[in-house]
């Protein structure tokens, strides 16, 4: 199983805008969902990187990243991320944030929404197992989140 990540071209920003719809449609548990609002954002900020994540040469999920964080400035933050539910439960997830962290080290700050229960727990086992639990939670309810946040700092991990 070869799992890649590939950063979209802008050309492919509507076949981005579908998958993020998708996404969107689960975890809001809703049908009707507005264009993703920062879509555009992807090409036109220099701290915002959108990737596709490949199995071999099918696109089958994405990750979103950018700087926005709430409590360490200007930390690195997986906004988005997405595996089609057929390739789940394969330890790909954890995977692609693996090469996320790799590509990008620094300080880092990973958010879920308060109603995304299973997401809190994917993150906590794939931060606490790539930081050897050398992570911090905080449960927020401000102005700019609410829900919980890990923050870590991976300058120094190298795998
Ligand atoms: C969350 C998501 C990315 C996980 O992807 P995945 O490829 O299925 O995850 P993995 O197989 O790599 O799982 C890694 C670890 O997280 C745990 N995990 C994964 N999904 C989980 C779930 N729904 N509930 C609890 N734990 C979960 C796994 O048990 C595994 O732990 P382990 O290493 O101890 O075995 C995927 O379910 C998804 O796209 N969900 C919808 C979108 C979403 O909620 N995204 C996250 C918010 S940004």
Known sequence: MNIDLKEVDIKDKNLLGDLIKEYQKEILNKVDIEPYKYLDSYWEKSDRHPFFVMLDLGIIGFVLINNYSVIEKMANSISELYIKKEFRNKG????????????????????????????????????????????????LTSDKWDGFVQTFDNSNINS
């Open 92 to 139: 790909i997830g954890k995977n692609v944030a693996k090469k996320v962290f790799k590509l990008y080290p620094g300080k880092w700050e990973i958010r879920e929404l308060r109603v995304n229960v299973s997401a809190r727990k994917f993150w906590k086992a794939v931060i606490g197992e790539y930081m050897k639990n050398k992570f911090t939670e905080y449960d």
